[in-house]
């Protein structure tokens, strides 16, 4: 995935002038925000411009139809999800980190991430079930988390105490991350639904179980170092 996107290649054309630029990110932010609410199905363009206080001409401009300003806003955030797993990486390759600080701190990355754009983020998930497009798409995404991450580990497999291939136990941990995040995401406060706490308590259990698998123990909440 490029680290910024070219509309003219991908999804619409790019917009030069000052006055410009600014409709554009009135237009993206107010779909960001109907989207959250109401979901991909239930927002439409006339919602899009009407809260974006522009023209739908304006809105025609920049973008080919509601699923390439979808699509754009989708690959924004995933933009900004890969920039900081390439900082954590080059973060714990710098401090020579653990691999228990790795996973720790993966674990923490990912559900802070989501926290900062649940809804959004929730929306995402839902329309890759139904979509097949969408969700080669979502799936790569995941693929080049998992690929940042999946070398830090493995050169810390020295620390891994599993009978299993050191590979696949990382592979393992983590599709485990993958899954419980994207659970939380899906049911957030549905302890009922789920039969799990949500918040600090999901990322502490997670991180326990991951590093469980690896063979890693992790040191106790009450005495590990801030």
């Known amino acids: 995935m490029p680290d910024t996107i070219d509309l003219d290649r991908d999804h619409g054309r790019a917009p030069q002038q000052s006055r410009s630029r600014e409709s554009l990110t009135r237009i993206v932010e107010a779909a960001e925000t109907l989207f959250a609410a109401r979901g991909y199905d239930g927002t439409t363009v006339n919602d899009i411009v009407s809260r974006a206080r522009c023209s739908v001409g304006s809105f025609y401009a920049r973008f080919k139809d509601k699923e390439s300003l979808f699509l754009h806003i989708h690959d924004q955030q995933c933009a900004l999800l890969i920039q900081r797993i390439d900082f954590l990486g080059d973060l714990a ?78 592979d393992f941990a983590l599709q485990l991350m993958h899954s419980l995040w994207a659970n939380d995401v899906l049911h957030h406060r549905m302890k009922d639904i789920t039969g799990q706490e949500t918040g600090e308590a999901l990322i502490e259990d997670l991180t326990e179980s991951c590093l469980a698998w690896l063979g890693l123990q992790a040191v106790p909440v009450k005495t590990r170092r801030t």
């Open 93 to 170: 390759r710098a401090e020579k980190a653990s691999l228990e600080t790795v996973v720790r701190q993966s674990v923490r990355a990912l559900f802070l991430f989501a926290g900062q754009r649940r809804e959004l983020t929730r929306v995402f998930i839902q329309r890759s079930g139904v979509d097949a497009d969408f969700h080669a798409r979502y799936a790569r995404v995941w693929g080049e988390v998992r690929d940042r991450l999946r070398p830090v580990m493995l050169a810390r497999k020295r620390e891994i105490n599993s009978p299993t291939d050191p590979g696949r136990a990382i």
